[in-house]
């Protein structure tokens, strides 16, 4: 009797072990076994969702959390990916003012390298990028929040001016970008309208780990023969960003 209860307890502290992420309280039942190991060995997760119902970030997790969900499922995006890893707390106390620090730096995206599918080589994430205009909405001891106006050169879609938004607590960064004007490609035609191209980046502490959650959408029209390549050119744009700033830590 007591060696059939060894072994099942055994067994449970295994399953238990097996699926320590799927009990995960700030993920859903959109993340695969084979994913959940993934972010349990500390690697980048990167996945094509498509829709918001898709997204692995539990909603009534914690506030940023449901706020970004709100932003996305507004959005309304044709186009959507998300990025996530986790990181251990210990040896990473001041994540929180690292990766506001990195994202503030809007200088530095200048140069980031982007591959293209379509050419089989690299360009320039962006070919320019810089802050015109900063605001400072919240400043105290317990929450730090920003609003900053910023101008890029991302070809082939030509200049983008972009509302940033940005906040940090002890325990927490929210991140959040839009772009303001229209874009067009390789000045052709139009292809996304103002508001409808979005990146959000959240980080919030979960006991003894840090959650790294990227998410960027756009909402374009559907347009005969470029479809694929537009849908192509801003996801692959997406990635690139987020991979490039959870590569910094």
């Known amino acids: 009797m007591k060696r059939s209860f060894k072994i099942i307890l055994a067994g449970a502290v295994f399953l238990l072990g097996a699926f320590n992420l799927s009990a995960a309280p700030y993920f859903n039942k959109n993340l695969t076994a084979e994913e959940q190991k993934k972010l349990d060995n500390g ?7 498509v829709y918001q119902k898709y997204m692995s970030l539990e909603k009534g997790y914690n506030s940023d959390c449901d706020k970004l969900i709100e932003e996305i499922k507004a959005l309304n995006p044709k186009y959507l990916a998300e990025i996530i890893q986790i990181k251990p707390y210990e040896g990473n106390e001041n994540l929180p003012q690292v990766l506001t620090d990195l994202l503030y730096n809007v200088s530095e995206y200048k140069g980031i390298p982007y591959w293209s599918e379509r050419n089989q080589k690299y360009y320039n994430l962006y ?3 810089e802050i015109t205009s900063e605001k400072i909405l919240t400043s105290g001891i317990l929450k730090t929040e920003k609003e900053l106006q910023a101008t890029f050169i ?11 938004i ?3 607590t002890k325990d927490s960064v929210y991140y959040s970008t839009i772009n303001n004007n229209k874009l067009r490609y390789n000045d052709q035609f139009d292809c996304v ?5 979005k990146i959000c980046i959240i980080l919030f502490r979960d006991g003894d780990n840090w959650v790294l959650y990227g998410i960027g959408g756009v909402n374009a029209p559907r347009i005969p023969f470029f479809t694929d390549r537009i849908e192509t050119s801003f996801i692959n744009r997406i990635k690139t960003f987020c ?3 959870f590569s910094k830590f």
Do not use: C, H, R
Request: aromatic share 12%; net charge neutral; charged share 20%.
């Open 154 to 164: 991302m070809k082939p879609f030509g200049t983008v001016y972009e509302t940033i």
């Open 127 to 129: 070919d320019s990028a």
């Open 166 to 168: 940005l906040n940090q």
């Open 193 to 197: 309208w103002p508001n409808k191209l």
């Open 243 to 245: 991979s490039f700033i």
């Open 43 to 49: 690697e980048v997760l990167i996945k094509n969702i």
